[in-house]
């Protein structure tokens, strides 16, 4: 499948000063993330808070802008633009912001707010782009009555609707949703998880749908990232890593989601990782993940695991599959119902 969105190497750093006469500090983000969007896919990024997963999507949109690396829209390298170039490009990646309500403006009404990048990038004014936002709102289940709306008269699912159309406004190849449904119901999010489906079947759009939730980017996605301190350490399709997970933080992450049977939930056992993430201003060497890793081997803290081909598709950046057992086993979790408990599965002796 040919590849829409390229991203080769992609590294964001910020600067700390904690005091006055103290050295400046960089915390870095993201570190040297590397994958593929095809069109018409939709690729889950998850990792815990504070892995680098919004920082790598504002990136691509270049809100932020990357210490080196670079994105490639078909034969467009949006890193290398500037000024009216970027602006222009920038029509064809959209983003949808975790707080509808932060993101709309509430001084304007519906119309003005979802018109904006219409008026931005097509140079649409009165009827023209009103009639335009009329068709955007019936397409993601709104009524155009809701033109001249205020954003805080909607519900919260409402408002993340808008914040849809507002996104797919200008045709865009990409739409990055950044913990999109987080702060809604279940209910809610089921029905914004559909309307999303629907739009990629209708449309063929491509969506990078970064969340901490993987039950519902089990739901969505046909890939899935998974990141840990600013790195990628898992890739690969949803039917692989779901059932066998290749990475020791991808298997603690799948048992710790919910099964839907009680009796099943009760009868798992959890993989609970000791300690919290390292400081990511001081990252450990080798393998980041190594102080917390029930599988640690020596190599693990001195040699940064590179990428490794698995079984099923994907790759993962684990030392366990060069120099140590490979992680093995049956199913770690299955979020369907079942017969009989579901455990996470283990390795016949140490590694990481």
């Known amino acids: ?14 600067a700390l000063r904690r005091g006055f006469f103290q050295r400046e500090r960089r915390l870095r983000a993201v570190d040297g993330v590397s994958f593929e969007l095809a069109a018409g896919e939709i690729l889950g990024l998850v990792g815990e808070s504070g892995s680098g997963k919004s920082t790598t999507g504002r990136a691509l949109l270049r809100l932020v802008e990357p210490d080196r690396g670079t994105v490639r829209l078909r034969e467009t390298e949006l890193t290398a633009l500037s000024g ?7 029509r064809r990646i ?6 509808p309500y932060s993101s709309l403006d509430p001084s304007m009404v519906i119309a003005e707010s979802v018109g904006e ?12 782009r009103d009639d335009r936002v009329r068709d955007l709102l019936v397409r993601v289940g709104l009524s155009a009555r809701h033109l001249e709306r205020y954003p805080y008269e909607f519900s919260g ?3 993340q609707r808008l914040a849809i159309a507002r ?8 739409v990055i949703c950044d913990e999109a449904v987080s702060a809604l119901d279940v209910s809610t999010q089921n029905q914004i998880i559909n309307l999303l489906e629907e739009l990629r079947a209708e449309l063929g759009t491509s969506y ?3 969340s901490h939730d993987l039950a519902v980017v089990r739901q969505l996605a046909q890939r899935v990232a998974v990141m840990y301190l600013g790195r990628l350490v898992e890739d690969g399709p949803a039917q692989r890593i779901y059932p066998h997970p290749a990475h020791p933080y991808t298997e603690a992450l799948l048992s710790a989601v919910p099964v839907p049977n009680p009796k099943v939930q009760r009868q798992r056992e959890r993989i609970v990782l000791p300690g919290d993430p390292p400081d990511p201003t001081n990252p450990p060497d080798g393998c980041a993940f190594h102080p917390r890793c029930p599988y640690a081997m020596d190599i693990c803290r001195v040699e940064v695991p590179q990428p490794t081909p698995v079984d099923g598709g994907g790759t993962v950046r684990c030392h366990l599959h060069t120099s140590g057992p490979t992680l093995a086993g049956g199913s770690v979790i299955d979020l ?3 017969a009989g408990p579901v455990r996470p599965r283990t390795s016949e002796s140490g590694g990481s």
Request: aromatic fraction near 6%; avoid cysteine.
């Open 117 to 128: 990048p219409l008026e931005v990038h097509e140079g649409l004014r009165g009827k023209e």
């Open 1 to 14: 499948m040919t590849a829409l969105l390229e991203v080769e190497d992609l590294s964001v750093s910020f």
């Open 94 to 99: 959209q983003m949808v912001f975790q707080d």
């Open 84 to 90: 009216q170039e970027l602006r222009r490009h920038r």
């Open 157 to 159: 699912g409402q408002r």
């Open 167 to 174: 996104a797919l406004a200008v045709d865009p190849d990409v």
């Open 208 to 210: 990078l749908f970064i």
């Open 336 to 338: 369907r119902p079942a």
